[in-house]
Structure formats: C-alpha cells, structure tokens
C-alpha cells in the first residue's frame, strides 16, 4: 500500500509539472521565429489574412470567466489586437494582465451584422462584468483578430 | 454468487479511490455552472476613486503611475502602463489594475485575487494542466463509469435491479431525455 501510495505521488508530480521555461505555454509552444509587429498587420490586415503570424505585446485584457480571449498591446499607441482561441482548449489566467507575451496565430476577418455587434458587446460586458447600455445603437462592424494556436506568456 | 461478491468490491474499492475527485468535480461543477452569474475562478474587486486633475503628461513613467499609485493608498510599484485611448490610463499593479480616466478624474482599482478552493478545483475540472492529468481525468471518467455499472448490481431482489432498482435507473436514464425534448 506504501508502495502505491508513493508511486502515485512521484507519478503524479513528474506529471503536472511543466518544464521549465521562461515563460508559460498556453496551447502549442510558438514555432515561428520572426515576429510581425501588430502595427503592421492592422495598417493592412488584408495582406495578412489567414497567414500565420508570431506578434509580441504586453497582454493588457483577459476573458475574465473563461479565458478564452486575451487583447494585446500594439506598438502603436491606443491600438491592441484581440486574440481568440477556443473555448476550453486554451485558458489564458486573468494573472496574464500586464505580463509580455508572443502569440502564434492564423490573423481573420470577423464580420459582424449589428444585431451580432449588440450581441458580442452585451456578451463581453457580462464576461467583464461591465454595465451594458441596452438602448445603445449599434453599426455593423469589420475587424482583424488572431485565432490563437499557442503563446508564451512571461511569468 | 462470487461474480456480484466480486462486482461489490469492485464498487466499493472504485468508490473509495473516485471519493476525493468527485468532490473536487462536484464543487467546481457547480461553481461552472452558475459562470453567468459570478467569477468561479477569480474574486475581482473594483472600487472608484478621485484624482486630482491630471494629464497623459502628469503620468508619464517611470515616476508618474508610480505617484498616483501612492496618492490612491497602493504601493507605488507597478509593472507596466498602457494607454487605451487619449484619455486614459492603465497601470498594471501585482494583483490586478488601476485605469485612470483623465477626463473624468476618477480611477478604478480593481484588485483580481484567484479563489484559493474553488479556482484550485476549477484548474483540474477544466483540465488547465493538460499533460499527464488529461490521463488521469480519463481514468476518472472511466472509474465513474465502472462505479455506475457495478452499483447496479449491488442488490439484489427486490430492493435490487429487478425491483425498485430498475425504476430509479430507468428515471436517471429518462432525465436527460426530457431535458433534450424540451431544450433541443
């Protein structure tokens, strides 16, 4: 019964803990070397549609109930890009706010009608819990984000 | 018969190993749940606060967010700023956020603290570690098959499957049906 006992734990220690890295991994380990500013893929996000791109920036906000998307700062000034993964698979901690981190990702187009707009806002606002103006009008909308495949985010 | 001796022990001893885990997935499956109204992982306190009149200037780092820091009553220490728009501010603290809003003059701290219990069973409910838990949920999920199994031949007569046994197994199976019928 020791025996058992001892095994479980050695096999289960050797097994939740990461390898050391200087960071952590969320989802697949970034493979690309060379990073693409965000800057340049929103001046033309066009040219960079479903291509896969590594970007670096400081995670500025999180999904607060589950983690499934995180924004990242830009190196232009009042801009961040919205990387989104899928639910459950990739969970980024609320802790990540304010750590750097590079995303390897496929960028998209996300086309919303404004009754979808009203809706991912309602839905962002109850996630963040913000207040959400209900009577707000709301535009049809077009905007660029990452559909995340892995990030390492320093610790 | 030693087959049902031999199915008893297979549940009780099943049981007894799956005891531990079942409450952890019991509390956070709860706690999942009602996700729509609360935060199972994270206790997020925020609170407003007036500053003084300031400009993007007034804030400017190192010193800036450092010294509004203090005026709100925290630590000085930040680790790093960004700006969202023309008008505001974020200084990212160790436990969460400050956004400064220059047009309004008024700051929301808000402070995100993990649930020691719950975000702890949320981590391994949700399979956050991935890796060798993904294996050990499986066996869970398999255990919990096994115990399910067993458990209906625990009995027997009329206390067993083919007495009371048989209704309240075919209840639990019906269940989720309905559900489907009236959700689906």
């Known amino acids: 019964m020791r025996f058992l006992l001892t095994a479980t734990i050695l096999l289960a220690a050797a097994g939740c803990r990461p390898a050391e890295t200087p960071g952590t991994v969320y989802g697949e380990r970034p493979t690309l070397s060379d990073t693409t500013l965000v800057s340049t893929i929103l001046t033309d996000p066009e040219s960079y549609l479903d291509q896969r791109v590594l970007v670096a920036g400081t995670v500025v906000e999180v999904c607060e109930k589950r983690g499934c998307w995180l924004q990242l700062a830009s190196d232009r000034e009042f801009e961040t890009m919205r990387v989104k993964v899928e639910d459950g698979v990739i969970i980024f901690p609320m802790t990540a706010r304010g750590h750097q981190a590079v995303v390897e990702g496929v960028v998209e187009k996300v086309v919303l009608s404004a009754d979808e707009a009203r809706e991912q806002a309602r839905m962002h606002a109850e996630e963040q819990g913000l207040p959400f103006d209900s009577t707000a009008a709301f535009e049809p909308t077009t905007t660029y984000q990452l559909r995340g495949i892995g990030a390492l985010i320093a610790d | ?184």
């Open chain 2, 1 to 184: 018969m030693q087959w049902r001796r031999w199915n008893n022990i297979l549940h009780r001893d099943i049981g007894y190993l799956c005891a531990g885990l079942t409450v952890v997935y019991v509390v956070s499956g709860v706690a999942v749940n009602h996700i729509h109204q609360w935060n199972p992982t994270y206790h997020v306190e925020r609170r407003t606060a007036p500053v003084a009149p300031l400009t993007a200037a007034d804030l400017a780092p190192p010193v800036g967010p450092g010294r509004l820091l203090m005026q709100l009553g925290l630590t000085p220490d930040y680790r790093t700023t960004f700006r969202p728009d023309s008008t505001s501010l974020r200084i990212f603290v160790e436990d969460g956020t400050v956004d400064v809003d220059f047009a309004t003059g008024e700051a929301t701290i808000e402070i995100v603290r993990e649930r020691p219990v719950l975000g702890a069973a949320n981590f391994l409910h949700l399979n956050h570690a991935k890796q060798l838990w993904t294996w050990m949920a499986d066996l869970y999920a398999v255990a919990l098959g096994l115990l399910a199994v067993t458990g209906l031949f625990v009995l027997k007569g009329k206390k067993g499957l083919t007495g009371r046994g048989a209704w309240l197994t075919a209840i639990g199976v019906v269940v989720p049906f309905v559900f489907l019928w009236i959700y689906r």
